[in-house]
């Protein structure tokens, strides 16, 4: 096998694999993990992060073609760890969402909904950043943290958990022991399920396609939410290339039929189908790089926690995309967890006790069912051509538009400025 | 380091059984669970006045290191763990040989280096040993001298160093809360556990200090939330229990 960890390379002098020890321990190298690892590193915890993949593939551009919606709150978490430093010139301020009602190759409906960060008077109404970049800067940060080690392309085979500490073993045969042990593996969990945690989940009848967009003119800062009979339609602005092209990110859910047929498009014909769904006030579209389409699907995990594990992200729950809320809602995980097991820590207590996994659940639970329900409830509402429900829809648009008030709380909770918030997601460090 | 006289002497057999003990004492949802719910909130007190006491920095890991700390009635030693993570040099006593094997044991399996020893205050005072810290932390309430045992106190206190005592305060509401409530209705501690009539009002417990040369700077009370079952802090209401942070009078 060439699999090789960091830790292994070193010490490959002896026989037997050393047993290593840390705080946490943190399954999943994802954005999310590496986020909760510089936070938690940055407060002077010893992290080990395991990722199946190896670090310079994951830095690379066809691996990950997708951008991420920054809300305001999720910005602060990222200026509290040190990374919106880092980044802050790769991102695309939003000042402007317009949502509005569609079909293909009709004019949008007359009646929508109109977000404007000047009405808020709080700065952008969130950022736009493309998810390679967010990873080159967390790479960074975390490169120059002592009390950070990646162990990659490394797996967690098994793990042993009780009242007096956990224990990881990696493919590569190094154990590691720690207070705590993080998944954050994504939608399928291994340890989720190796701990037996149920999860609610179904499957959506559609695909998301990404992939980004040039066009001729520029976009001003605006998101557009298009909603089409197969499902929600976004094109959010991303920053101008170095060559001084404009671009977007585009996000497409479509029925899984059709997503396939558009994946087998070549460049010129898919560009075509995203301009008549768009129609052209960006101008000429065209599609230079890499596509993707995965199915979308809704899970939430019953538990957040199990003895000495705590699930993090997309492992403990999947929304759909409609909002571009799903790694805000991952980061606001971070924010909470990160304080629940920082001020343990700082107490000299356990940080893997059940009070304190306790603690973050019920932090995060309600936030993260609400969302869950509210972008379904959104998909449903938008996802179908039934003149009664897209005449509500209309009316709704505009009564929304129309109530300040109501107005005014869509945007704070969009923005991750509303409940009971982390002292990262306040702006305030950790 | 000693881990405590009394866990060498320990009949091999006695092991097993302080091994269950240890377990009773340390489980969260065990016959321990209120002191266990209260430890974060006397633990951030502990810290914050000790941190401002010597000019430390509490969002430090660990933030009382070099300090020596002595802890008078250490029991399984809930408090001792904690400040010894916190970078203490920590001294656990206790009258019990029970609780001192108990605590040492534990200590030991999670490899932290805890000086417990099986000896009272008064006994320790007459070494002259003194420490940075003392804790007097619900104790006073259950010893049959409260002079003796708060000059003792005091004396094995270092002339720059920082104490703190814990204690319930005696009112109809400590009556209610701490005897009616916690020993009989929620049988949180066995009957008999507290004489209502030995607990101390704060007035009575700074006067006793001061005539031990210790200077209360800081008063503040322990209120229990029966709704999220947790423990938080009140500046205002000391009417069951309550913590004291003090020093030495000049």
């Known amino acids: 096998m060439s699999k090789q960890t960091t830790s292994s390379r070193e010490e490959k002098s002896t026989q037997a694999p050393a047993e290593r020890s840390c705080d946490v321990v943190i399954s999943g190298g994802g954005l999310v993990g590496l986020t909760l690892a510089a936070a938690l590193s940055g407060a002077g915890l010893s992290v080990e992060v395991v990722d199946a993949q190896e670090p310079r593939k994951v830095l690379s551009a066809p691996f990950d073609g997708r951008a991420s919606a920054i809300a305001a709150g999720s910005r602060h978490i990222l200026e509290g760890i040190g990374l919106w430093s880092l980044v802050a010139d790769k991102a695309e301020a939003i000042e402007e969402i317009r949502v509005s009602d569609g079909r293909i190759e009709r004019r949008a409906s007359p009646f929508f909904l109109h977000y404007d960060s000047e009405e808020l008077g709080l700065g952008p109404l969130g950022h736009i950043v493309e998810n390679r970049d967010l990873r080159r800067g967390l790479h960074q940060l975390l490169s120059s943290r002592k009390t950070f080690r990646l162990h990659a392309p490394d797996l967690v085979v098994d793990s042993q958990r009780d009242a007096n500490g956990a224990r990881v073993i990696l493919d590569s045969g190094v154990e590691i022991r720690a207070a705590l042990v993080v998944a954050a593996e994504g939608r399928n969990s291994p340890l989720r399920r190796a701990a037996g945690i149920p999860v609610r989940t179904w499957q959506y009848r559609q695909h998301g396609l990404v992939c980004t967009l040039e066009h001729e003119r520029p976009h001003h800062g605006v998101a557009h939410e298009h909603f089409l009979p197969s499902g929600p339609f976004a094109v959010l602005p991303l920053r101008d290339d170095d060559a001084g092209r404009h671009r977007s990110s585009l996000v497409w859910t479509e029925r899984p039929e059709l997503a396939e047929r558009m994946m087998a498009l070549a460049p010129k014909d898919f560009a075509w189908e995203v301009q008549r769904r768009f129609g052209d006030t960006l101008g000429q579209f065209s599609v230079e790089g890499p596509r993707w389409s995965y199915p979308l699907s809704l899970l939430h995990a019953q538990r957040y926690h199990d003895t000495r594990l705590a699930l993090l992200g997309d492992a403990a729950h999947v929304i759909h995309p409609i909002a571009g809320q799903g790694f805000n809602l991952g980061l606001r995980d971070v924010a909470a967890l990160a304080e629940c097991i920082v001020d343990t820590r700082r107490l000299g207590l356990d940080i893997g006790a059940d009070a304190v996994l306790e603690r973050y659940e019920r932090w995060r639970r309600f936030d993260n069912m609400m969302l869950a329900g509210i972008t379904d409830g959104l998909n449903r509402l938008f996802s179908n051509d039934i003149p009664p429900v897209r005449l509500a829809r209309d009316l709704g648009f505009a009564a929304v538009e129309r109530t300040p008030g109501l107005k005014r709380f869509f945007m704070r909770h969009a923005m991750g400025l509303v409940g009971d918030l982390p002292r990262l997601t306040r702006g305030e460090p950790l | ?250």
């Not at chain 2, 091994?19 to 669970?33: I, P, T, Y």
């Not at chain 2, 006491?53 to 933030?63: A, G, N, S, V, W």
């Not at chain 2, 000896?119 to 619900?138: K, N, P, R």
């Not at chain 2, 002339?159 to 009112?171: C, Q």
Request: hydrophobic letters at 40%; one cysteine or more.
């Open chain 2, 1 to 250: 380091m000693s881990r405590g006289n009394s866990s060498s002497t320990v009949d091999p057999a006695e092991i097993e059984k302080f091994s269950a003990m240890a377990e009773a004492w340390w489980d969260e949802q065990g016959d321990f669970a209120p002191l266990h719910r209260q430890n974060p909130m006397r633990l951030s007190y502990i810290r914050d006045k000790a941190c401002a006491h010597f000019q430390r920095d509490p969002k430090e890991l660990t933030p009382l290191k070099g300090l020596r700390v002595l802890d008078i009635g250490c029991g399984g030693g809930l408090l001792c763990e904690p400040l010894t993570r916190l970078g203490a040099q920590v001294t656990g006593i206790d009258a019990s040989e029970k609780n001192v094997a108990v605590a040492g044991l534990h200590a030991e399996q999670g490899g932290l280096e805890i000086d417990y020893r099986c000896i009272t205050a008064e006994d320790l005072a007459e070494t002259g040993e003194t420490f940075d810290i003392v804790l007097a932390m619900e104790i006073v309430e259950h010893v049959a001298d409260v002079g003796a045992f708060l000059e003792a106190s005091a004396s094995l206190l270092d002339k720059d160093g920082a104490f703190f005592l814990s204690t319930l305060n005696r009112t109809t509401k400590s009556f209610l809360m701490a005897i009616v409530g916690a020993e009989y209705l929620l049988r949180w501690l066995p009957r008999g556990t507290h004489h209502w009539k030995r607990f101390l009002r704060p007035s009575e417990v700074t006067r006793q200090l001061r005539q031990s040369r210790i200077e209360v700077r800081d008063l503040a009370g322990m209120v229990y939330n029966p709704l999220n079952d947790s423990w938080r802090l009140s500046r205002r209401d000391l009417e069951v229990n309550y913590l004291l942070y003090g020093q030495k009078a000049d």
